[in-house]
C-alpha cells in the first residue's frame, strides 16, 4: 500500500498536541489540508506570528507580547497582592473568571523564587495567594516559599477548599474559582 507520507506527517504533528488523539489527528489534517485550505494556511501563519511575537513576561512569567506584560505594566492594577499560579494558562484561567485584580507570578521551579523576591520588593505586595491546583507537591512547594520569604514580613494565604485534589485550575468552574479566591485562607 503506498503511504501517504505528507498527510501522515500532519497527523503526527497534530497527534503531538497534548489532548490529540489520533482519531482527532486524522480529523484536524484532514480538514486543514483538504477540507478547508484557506482556513489551513491562516492557521499556518497565525502559529508563526505568535511563535515570533509572544514570550513570557520578564517580571511575571506569564504570556506576553512585550518584555513586560500587560497585567504587569497597568498601574490600576492592585499590585500590593500577587497570585502565585502553577502555569501561564491559569494566569488566562483566573482573569477570565474577573475575580482577581491583582498581579501574578509563574511558579515553574526551586529557582524562581529569586524572581519572586525582586517581584515583591518592586511592587511593594504585602500578600501572596497560591492559587496551585492541591496535591502534597503543592503544598510542599507552598512551605518552600513561604521560607524561602518569610523575611520580607508579608502574608501568605492559599485559595480556599473547594478546588478537588488534582485538578488543575482550568478545569475548574468560574463560580468555584471566584469564590476559593475571595475565600482564600491563611497558610
Ligand atoms: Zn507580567
Known sequence: MKKLEQFDRLVEAFGKIPGVGKKSAIKYAYYVALQDPFFGLNL?????????????????????????CDICSDINRNSSIICVVESPKDILTIEDSNSFD????????????????DMISKFNSKELIFAFSPSINSDGIMLYIEDQLKELGISFTKIAQGIPTG????????????KAIKDRKEL
Do not use: R
Open 44 to 68: 499556518a501563519h497565525t502559529i508563526e506570528n505568535s511563535i515570533q511575537n509572544l514570550k513570557h513576561c520578564i517580571i511575571c512569567s506569564g504570556i506576553s507580547q512585550n518584555e513586560i
Open 102 to 117: 491583582g498581579l501574578y507570578f509563574v511558579f515553574n521551579d526551586i529557582n524562581s523564587v529569586g524572581n519572586l523576591k
Open 167 to 178: 485538578v488543575s485550575l482550568e478545569n475548574v468552574d468560574m463560580l468555584s474559582l471566584t
